[in-house]
């Protein structure tokens, strides 16, 4: 392996012949040393210049770093030649960005994929990061060739250096040779080195370059992701029900994470249950949306519960049992895959789920997207619940209304046929009593002693009441049924109205009625307020002093929304204790001897008032009467 | 050809299912000088048979066409209302007056009564008084300053 004549018949034999091929140099030809070394010099001077015009040539980085590596592959002739970043003992993983080879050798790393950096790795890059220069493994170095990378990379010799662009972490680049045990001449050393600092300055340049377009295509994808954000949340404010919240929010997500699967998937309260409520999606997958499927409890689950998104690499590659929905992606050639929680009061309602035919497709950005949306998503789905709850509340409030309206009427309906039963079915006999009665204690009062006509006029005078009861008890209930007509209505006319048709009344009592004549005009129904004032007035008139002939006064007063008006007299006035007992239905504070009544009277006044949106009182007078206070809104609602 | 009955001798047809009650009315009548028979249906049936001259009344010279007629309104069976109906739509007795006599002040059964064709709407009284004065009334009103349309009138247009 290590004999040179060997070697050297190799490179002429396998070596492609590519003119300017340092090899050929290199190799001797049995012209002069000086000769040699000037031919050397200027193959250098034209290679590296070679590698000049590539890196002047305006390109981007890979192309740079493709056209590079060719130029080295042909310059040197060697089989690979390859570039590694970062070039860091200690970084946990590797890549390899860009690779050229030989038809014959070919690549066997992915590239641009990150790989974990293992012990051998790490050890050539603290050998290449320790080494001020070029770094010879195999013969003629002093390293040899890893194991792993004769076996693997069928490496028999190889040169590297680590290159430090001024922009991030180093890099290395190297050249393999596979087809024999090359020694690396001091020539191709130099030339290796003084590339390698070429590729340093590009990699600077164009790094710092690709940074700066980095970092425009960040802050775009930054505007693009705001202004979708923003979509998001203008849909959500218009979407009603959960399921255009989520087909919505997966439409927009689909710009920012063009992968080929989203999905928003529920659980149930007790995390048994899972199923997907929308998605977006390219391929079939078979599962149903809507469909309840079993919750699989795994370690991913766990994590999700735990308010942590999951982002796999290959889901196919995935340990441990997976979901229905996780096997019909698997099944349906997805293989990158990332989960992001939804949680809602510290419970986990939800996933966004999204997958990708790409291995490792998902990236920390993405992550950081999907977290947000899933976040917001689960706000979203918070409120929309809680509105359907309102809606809910609304329409079972709506409906218990309808349904105590309908019990009303039929309350109404049922009180107005008692109210029509009551006024025959008691009224008949009571007319036959009365009547028979005043038939007797006129016609045959001659034949009747003493006691029986004193009986029978009882029975007259007892039945006339009643049918007084019957009367006022009627009037108060058709008051529930009133429709109140509401109208514009001076006060004093009503009120000389109900004067006038007072008039026998206060011809007996021989009462003087004073009623103010600047009174203001209120919003009312005419009949309950002439009702209200009928039995004030009466009352007046009726619970007078033995002796004293009644005096009453009407007079208003106005406060800014209310109209009061005050009916009072110099009657018998009313205790103290009594004043808000009296406006109960039955509630008499006197005998009928004493005076008559029935005691419906100021019910049927409260319950006017109260229907026309007003209250009335009692408030004693000095010289011992009293004043009925009614307190009208000016102006119906 | 039928013979004309005078007016005043043709009965008066009360309508009314309370025995106390018809016995009050005929008393307050007694007592306000009616001369004229009254004759006392029942029920509702009873007083459209009378009117139609139907069953025991086909006699028409036994059970004369009354001058009027005073109808309860809450009657058995057939009430005050379809009795009223059914007068009002007969072409014989369609002129008839009815005056409803009952004890209901409800706005609901006026209106329902006069819908219907009635011609009058007394309520019963409680007191004697008010009684006597409605006898009267009756007679002077209906019974003698009122002009009743003519037996078998046909329609003039």
Redesign the interface.
């Known amino acids: 392996m290590n004999d040179t004549p060997d070697e050297s018949q190799k490179l002429s034999g396998d070596a492609p012949s590519i003119p300017g091929r340092l090899g050929d140099a290199l190799s001797g030809s049995g012209e002069g040393v000086q000769t040699e070394h000037h031919l050397a010099d200027l193959h250098f001077f034209e290679n590296l210049d070679r590698i000049n015009r590539v890196i002047q040539s305006p390109s981007d980085l890979d192309q740079m770093m493709r056209d590079i590596l060719d130029v080295l592959l042909s310059v040197f002739a060697c089989d690979r030649a390859w570039l590694v970043f970062p070039c860091d003992p200690d970084a946990p993983m590797w890549q390899v960005p860009m690779e050229r080879t030989r038809p014959e050798y070919p690549g066997v790393l992915p590239i641009g994929v990150e790989l974990p950096l293992d012990p051998v790795g790490a050890a050539v890059y603290r050998t290449l990061r320790e080494s001020p220069g070029p770094v010879q493994f195999g013969p003629g170095g002093v390293h040899p060739v890893p194991v792993e990378m004769a076996t693997v990379f069928q490496v028999q010799s190889f040169i590297a250096m680590a290159i430090y662009p001024k922009v991030g972490k180093p890099w290395s680049y190297g050249l393999h040779q596979c087809s024999y045990a090359r020694i690396w001449t001091p020539q191709e050393v130099r030339l290796f080195q003084e590339i390698g600092r070429r590729l340093s300055d590009a990699l600077s340049s164009l790094l710092s370059y690709r940074d700066v377009q980095e970092s425009e295509r960040r802050l775009r994808r930054y505007n693009l992701r705001l202004s979708v954000l923003h979509d998001i949340d203008r849909r959500i404010l218009v979407a009603s029900s959960q399921q255009e919240i989520a087909s919505a929010v997966l439409q927009h997500l689909l710009h920012l994470i063009p992968c080929e699967w989203l999905s928003i998937v529920l659980y149930n309260a007790d995390m048994t249950e899972e199923w997907i409520i929308a998605w977006e999606h390219a391929p079939q997958l078979d599962v149903a949306l809507g469909d309840p499927q079993p919750v699989v409890p795994n370690q991913g689950l766990e994590q999700l519960q735990a308010g942590v998104s999951i982002i796999a690499a290959d889901l196919a590659a995935q340990e441990g049992p997976r979901a229905r929905l996780a096997d019909a992606l698997v099944e349906a050639g997805m293989h990158g895959a990332m989960a992001n929680p939804m949680i809602v009061e510290e419970r986990l309602i939800g996933v966004l789920a999204l997958s990708a035919k790409q291995i490792g497709f998902f990236t920390e950005e993405h992550r950081e997207i999907a977290e947000e949306i899933a976040a917001q998503v689960a706000i979203a789905f918070r409120q929309a619940e809680l509105s359907e709850q309102i809606d809910r509340y609304n329409r079972d409030l709506e409906r218990r209304v309808k349904e105590r309206t309908a019990e009303l009427e039929r309350a109404n309906h049922e009180m107005a046929l008692f109210s029509y039963s009551v006024s025959h079915d008691l009224r008949a006999p009571l007319r036959a009593v009365q009547g028979f009665a005043e038939i007797i204690a006129r016609r045959h009062r001659d034949s009747l002693n003493d006691e029986g006509r004193r009986y029978f006029d009882y029975i007259v005078s007892a039945s006339a009441q009643m049918d007084q009861l019957i009367s006022d008890l009627l009037d108060y209930v058709r008051l529930g049924r009133h429709r109140i007509d509401w109208e514009r209505i001076a006060l004093p006319e009503v009120l000389s109205r109900v004067a006038d048709s007072l008039t026998t009344l206060i011809a007996q009592t021989e009462a003087h009625i004073h009623l103010a004549q600047a009174m203001p005009e209120i919003d009312a129904d005419r009949m309950l307020l002439m009702r209200i004032f009928t039995n004030l007035l009466e009352n007046a008139l009726v619970y007078h002093r033995p002796g004293v002939a009644p005096r009453v006064e009407v007079t208003s007063a106005l406060t800014p929304d209310s109209v009061i008006v005050r009916v009072q007299d110099n009657g018998i006035g009313i205790p103290v204790e009594f004043r808000e007992k009296i406006f109960d239905i039955f509630q008499r504070l006197h005998s009928p001897d004493q005076f008559p009544g029935t005691g419906i009277g100021l019910a049927v006044v409260r319950r006017s008032v109260e229907l026309l949106n007003g209250t009335v009182w009692v408030e004693s007078v000095e010289d011992g009467g009293s004043a009925f206070c009614i307190r009208f809104p000016r102006r119906a609602a | 050809m039928v013979s004309e009955i005078p007016r005043v001798e043709r009965p008066i047809l009360l309508v009314e299912d309370?025995p106390?009650?018809v016995e009050?009315t005929l008393?307050a009548l007694r007592e306000a000088r009616l001369r004229t028979a009254v004759h006392v249906a029942r029920s509702g049936g009873e007083a459209l048979d009378y009117l139609f001259g139907r069953q025991q009344y086909s006699d028409r010279k036994a059970y004369p066409l009354p001058s009027l007629v005073l109808l309860d309104l809450?009657l058995p069976g057939i009430d005050g209302y379809e009795c009223l109906r059914q007068i009002k739509a007969a072409p014989i007795l369609k002129r008839l007056p009815v005056v409803v006599f009952t004890?209901?002040?409800?706005d609901s059964d006026v209106v329902k009564s006069y819908d219907r064709g009635a011609n009058s709407y007394l309520v019963?009284p409680?007191?004697?008084t008010e009684?006597l004065e409605i006898a009267r009334q009756i007679h002077r009103y209906w019974l003698s300053l009122n002009l009743g349309p003519p037996l078998f009138a046909t329609d003039q247009t």
């Open positions: 309370n106390m009650d009050l008393d809450h004890s209901s002040r409800d019963k409680a007191s004697a009684r």
